[in-house]
T-cell receptor
Framework: QQQVKQSPQSLIVQKGGISIINCAYE??????FPWYQQFPGKGPALLIA?????SEKKEGRFTISFNKSAKQFSLHIMDSQPGDSATYFCAARVGQIGQNFVFGPGTRLSVLP | KAGVTQTPRYLIKTRGQQVTLSCSPISGHRSVSWYQQTPGQGLQFLFEYFSETQRNKGNFPGRFSGRQFSNSRSEMNVSTLELGDSALYLC????????????FGPGTRLLVL
């Protein structure tokens, strides 16, 4: 119940294409769903996040779509660039205070020039 | 503003030894969390400290412990190291009232031989 499932494990996209990463969860008590981007040798960096009372959030080329009834959420990267090549993690917060997060296993994105 | 800093960045220990890792949060941040990242298990929450008190705890054995000082700096300790403790240990900090927005440090890579 505390798991977050993520797919695909890896993704190859051409420059200018759309990258889509999907996550699913079971625990309806999760109250905050962030996406993180991690480059090799670096810690994860918060990319964009959404709360379950919102169905979509857009920041620049990054969009989260959230389907509360299906318990699924996804990250869309529009006009993907080689600089977007990184590992992406979805996550969900356990409880409503603090930093107790469960993370998906990650998606390694490669954007070809 | 300086980011989250972690020391040391790399560490090699042998089985049975103990290790202490240090984390300095972003100035003004009072919540500090620790995560373990491995290829097999991904990112896993260890514990969170706020105002020198452990507020949340993940599912790790008692060999993993931590503490926070009055200046919000935090340390984590692993006693009786096992080969499986080899991992990237990440620290993240957040501001009071914006708990969910966490900023990660670059991590400490621990290798247990």
């Amino acid at each position: 119940q505390q798991q977050v499932k993520q797919s695909p494990q890896s993704l190859i996209v051409q420059k200018g294409g759309i990258s889509i990463i999907n996550c699913a969860y079971e625990n309806t008590a999760f109250d905050y769903f962030p996406w993180y981007q991690q480059f090799p040798g670096k810690g994860p960096a918060l990319l964009i996040a959404i709360r379950p009372d919102v169905s979509e959030k857009k920041e620049g080329r990054f969009t989260i779509s959230f389907n509360k009834s299906a318990k699924q959420f996804s990250l869309h990267i529009m006009d993907s660039q080689p600089g977007d090549s990184a590992t992406y993690f979805c996550a969900a917060r356990v409880g409503q205070i603090g930093q107790n997060f469960v993370f998906g296993p990650g998606t390694r994105l490669s954007v070809l020039p | 503003k300086a980011g989250v800093t972690q020391t040391p960045r790399y560490l090699i220990k042998t089985r049975g030894q103990q290790v202490t890792l240090s984390c300095s949060p972003i100035s003004g941040h009072r919540s500090v969390s620790w995560y373990q990242q491995t290829p097999g298990q991904g990112l896993q929450f260890l514990f969170e400290y706020f105002s020198e008190t452990q507020r949340n705890k993940g599912n790790f054995p008692g060999r993993f412990s931590g503490r926070q000082f009055s200046n919000s700096r935090s340390e984590m300790n692993v006693s009786t190291l096992e080969l499986g403790d080899s991992a990237l240990y990440l620290c993240a900090s957040s501001r009071v009232g914006v708990w969910e927005t966490q900023y990660f440090g670059p991590g400490t890579r621990l290798l247990v031989l």
